[in-house]
């Protein structure tokens, strides 16, 4: 069993940035994280995921330079830290744990979930 909760979201301006943290508890540490989000109408998509290590990240084209995951595993906590955000970023940012890393950016491929933290940014 592993539980998720997610905090740091908030309104902020294009071209800040902003930290994001999930908080785990149960088997975190033999899990692989991700980060998807959500727009109001959208299908929720991947933006990034990290192994078990945190030696390996992975990364949506359209976060790809701008996005860093992370993980602490003695804190039992994810993080996305969010630079140059754009409007476009704006959704609900939702941390998912995995057993595996086969496929990484498939929802279908998390069976933990956090109930999100909304970030969105004003233009």
């Known amino acids: 069993q592993v539980q998720l909760v997610e905090s740091g979201g908030g309104l902020v301006q294009t071209g800040d940035s902003l930290r994001i943290v999930c908080a785990a508890s149960?088997?975190?540490?033999?899990?692989?994280m991700g980060w998807f989000r959500q727009a109001p109408g959208k299908e929720r998509e991947f933006v990034a995921g990290?192994?078990?290590?945190?030696?390996?990240?992975y990364y949506a084209d359209s976060v790809k330079g701008r996005f860093t995951i992370s993980r602490d595993n003695a804190k039992k906590m994810v993080y996305l830290q969010m630079n140059n955000l754009k409007s476009e970023d704006t959704a609900v940012y939702t941390c998912?744990?995995?057993?595996?890393?086969?496929?990484?950016?498939?929802?279908?491929?998390?069976?933990?979930w956090g109930r999100g933290t909304q970030v969105t940014v004003s233009s």
């Open positions: 998912a744990a995995s057993y595996s890393s086969t496929y990484y950016s498939l929802s279908s491929n998390y069976d933990y």
């Open positions: 990290v192994s078990v290590s945190g030696d390996e990240t």
């Open positions: 149960g088997g975190f540490n033999t899990r692989f």
